[in-house]
């Protein structure tokens, strides 16, 4: 029989997105309805082995659903990477009498509890945070969602400019190992292509699109590139290349970069913290443990943190359809 949860830990850890504080929420507030204690750690795992911890209540959570970011912080450990500060990390828990532990973050945040796992035998569940939504387990990552809003409405914003002055944009969003980002917002903005690292457009038949653009009238154009996207080697890189080859274009770059990180998360977002967040806790008490907690056909379901780990996620082949069709 499993031992019986009586103060959970929760933390953050590698890149912010929106959605993890109202998933911190969740936990605090979950552990509350059940009579759990529920521990903040702050800085991730360096906070773990420090023990740089603070209460949690369901008031003192209050007001951050709303919130981008993480007010537990954020860092990445080269000290838990080590055996010595997994031990620290395991003494210190255990010294403050946490006997569970729910990780928001991505594949590194899951690894580090993977092996912390194993090694201690210490109860531990993921919860997916990162925009890049490159988890396998889960078809949304916290985040995701608010990205694809906010890199839309960038998006937006740049084809004015790019129309008044007959431009070609290169937009660069996140995206270094899995173009969604890309893919999504690139249909969602009517981009006139879309450059992601899991289709090789290659470089001649990039041409030929804009040139299939500029003959059907269209005198801008935005293209959207994943950072990850293997045609060029960096997005400057193409920008000279069609500098080179279409004359008639003046082309520029706008790289989004952390912006699309930040601000309030959408409604989805935060509906799906509060919706993990209240799966984490509850799969702890009932002793379960090394697992993420991911959306699967709009149900919250638990995936072994070795499979959210080694697994990869797909791409969306028939949104690659919608935006061949979406790009004549």
Known sequence: MSKKIKRIGVMTSGGDAPGMNAAIRSVARTCAFHNIECVGIYRGYEGMIEGDFTELTARNVKGIINKGGTILKSARSKEFRTADGRKKAYATLTANGIDGLVTIGGDGTFNGALIFNKEYGFPVMGIPGTIDNDIFGTSHTLGYDTALNTVVDCIDKIRDTASSHNRLFFVEVMGRDAGHIALNVGIGAGAEEILIPEEDLGLDRLLESLRRSKKSGKSSSIVVVAEGDKIGKTVFELK???????????VRVSVLGHMQRGGPPSCFDRVLASRMG???????????????????????????????????????????????????
């Open 240 to 250: 000279d290349y069609v500098e080179e080859n279409m004359t008639e274009y003046e």
């Open 278 to 328: 209240v799966k984490a806790v509850e799969s702890l008490m009932e002793g379960q443990s090394n697992f993420m907690v991911g959306l699967v056909s709009d149900k919250i379901e638990l995936t072994p943190l070795e499979n959210a780990v080694k697994g990869k996620s797909e791409i969306n082949k028939e949104l690659i359809r919608v935006s061949d069709i979406m790009t004549t």
